[in-house]
């Protein structure tokens, strides 16, 4: 039985709805995007070019994945011109018979080629294959040039929405990422005194993931600014100061120290940002100096509301973040060059010996792993354009947009995403059909209403599962279509658009997923690999030798500051990864499985390395030196192995090497490097 439950896990995991906050704002703005514009175009009597400015507001909106506004600016900047490129891609691509096919394929090599450029370029890249393939599928009676404009139109209303929601409050994201953070400090803290070191570890590993994206958020501005201001000098505060909270409640959970009043004053915290409120009363009857813990709070309340214009004496103590530590800089940059389908990649920071040209010769370079996902999209779309000339109806290129949507790694399981689609289109169909079946097409503002309806939900239900997703998708693409076909009568292609989108899947599952060797699937141990780098990296940052003066060890304190994030931040993404591998079936899911336990083991070696950064700064005893290089050694050695150890299907032992690298070695490997650490500090195991 299980065994059973093992190799059915993966169903489960692709059943999965993941927890998501419903986004009132962004719901707004989608149902404003697509009502406005189509409301206003039933209105003038012009409702096609209503559509393409609907399309344009939609699909900016729905790319919009939060961060500080200026961000979120520079995306829309991106994919707006992307989305656009792609009507007039399909109009030079359409009308050439079999060559079409071969054009096709190559726009599709071009999207893929460009999602490794960062977040930005990958949706803005599939918005563009998107376009260029129904503009290829569907006649158009408008000039070629007036789509394009049209779209750009839209991703204009979509600016004016994000810059009136900007004026209202314009530092609400950087508010909302500091009080995620706090709001996971204290589920960390209430963990850390229940004593549930399960639970512990599930709030450790939360708070990593929510501390990430407000270093995106918080740092923005500060890691592309020319100048100094205050306000990005009292972030980076804040951030330093979670950290140092972070590394304190690690340290007392495994000194067994209480923390019942760390989590109150934390969760009071919580609840005045989120009121907009003042600063909370200090827990009474406490010594704040008592503990670790809770003078590193004070010293984050103190960052968070300042009694004055300067910083509070209070938060000097804090390792201050800031852009010119080279790895927190790196960690907190948001552009991406092309490598690993999915990863982002930091630009260096700091002097380089390379020429300008070559530096920028690097950036455009894609990595071996983009090329072979741009050939495998290719490939698919390539067979799509040759099988919507053979599956019946007139609505066939949904083929080829099937595969677009679906076939996105950096998106998250193919297969999984394949699966969902399939059956979250059957559901949707049958939605779709239903609500045709009882409004009459003559009822154009109430299905236009349903059409915003399930516009604004789609954000919500993206967050909590791609399946979701195509649930709310289909009816929607369905009422779209019923809308623009001539004639007053409904059209039902609720039974085209299910063949549709089988065939898709059926075509992405074969030749984007099956035929490809496992070796180009699976990239697990090259991140394990990069993962033990970063703990290593970290284990050196935290046994340096004392700075003489007080400004080298301030800036060895940044740096270590950055160093542990960093670890603890790829440690992260690989859990992402192994999770995302285990809504696949078997082999993938099961390397997956096999590889948390040595996860876990990296992130209890991170664990012991900031109780020891903690204690060592209490006047803790100095590391052995040698003895500790020697661990960060060992940690580089097994990570080299686990690069030089090419994965085979469903196994690791067939040779000695694979033997050493594969997920039991790696975990043996690390509980003898974190016990030989806990020796050279000379604290206990």
Known sequence: MADGEREDGWLRELARLKPARFPVALAVRTFLAAAVPLFLGLATGQFLLGLYVTLGALMTTTADRGGAYRTRFRQLLVTAPLGALGFTLGHVVAGHGWLTVVLLAAVGLLSGLLSGYGAAFSLGSMQMLVFTIVTVGVTSPLPWWVPSVLYLAGGLFTAVMLALESLVDRRRPERAALRSSIVALAELSAASDDGDDAAFERARQKLTDVTAAAYRTLLDTRARSEGRTLQADRDAVRLAGISEVSSALIAAHAAGQRTADATAWLSAMADALAKRGSRPPSPPEVDLESTQTLRRTLELAEAIWPRDRALSAATRSIPVVTSSSPAVARAASETRVPGAVGRATPLPVGPTAQPAGASVLSQLLVGRAVVTSAVRLALCIGIAAIAQHWVPGDRSYWIGLTVALVLKPDFGSVFARAVQRSIGTVIGVAIGVGILALVPKSELAIL??????????????????????????????????????????????????????????????????????????????????????????????????????????????????????????????????????????????????????????????????????????????????????????????????????????????????????????????????????????????
Not at 615 to 626: F, I, K, L, M, W
Request: proline share 8%.
């Open 448 to 685: 236009i209403l349903i059409i915003a309806l399930l516009a604004a939900v789609l954000p919500w239900s993206g967050q909590r599962g791609y399946g979701l997703q195509s649930i709310f998708l289909a009816p929607f693409v369905l009422l779209i279509f019923d809308l623009i076909s001539p004639g007053p009568q409904t059209v039902d292609y609720g039974a085209q658009r299910l063949l549709d989108t089988v065939v898709g899947c059926v075509i992405v599952l074969v030749f984007g997923y099956l035929i490809w060797p496992r070796s180009l699937r699976s990239s697990l141990p090259v991140a394990v690999a990069d993962a033990v780098d970063a703990v290593a990296a970290y284990v050196r940052g935290a046994t340096v030798s004392e700075a003489p003066d007080p400004a080298a060890g301030a800036e060895l304190r940044r740096r270590m500051t950055g160093l542990r994030r960093t670890a603890y931040r790829t440690l992260s993404d690989l859990r992402i990864q192994l999770q995302r591998s285990l809504a696949e079936p078997p082999p993938a899911s099961r390397e997956a499985k096999a590889w948390f336990p040595a996860v876990a083991a990296a992130e209890r070696l991170c664990d012991r390395v900031t109780v020891y950064a903690q204690n060592r700064r209490r006047g803790g005893p100095q590391p052995d030196h040698e003895a500790s290089e020697a661990v960060a050694a060992e940690l580089e050695a097994l990570s080299r192995l686990a690069r030089s150890t090419a994965p085979r299907p469903g196994r690791w032992r067939a040779d000695s090497a694979d033997e050493a690298a594969g997920p039991e070695a790696m975990l043996d490997a690390l509980e003898r490097s974190a016990t030989r650490f806990s020796a050279a500090v000379d604290t206990p195991a």
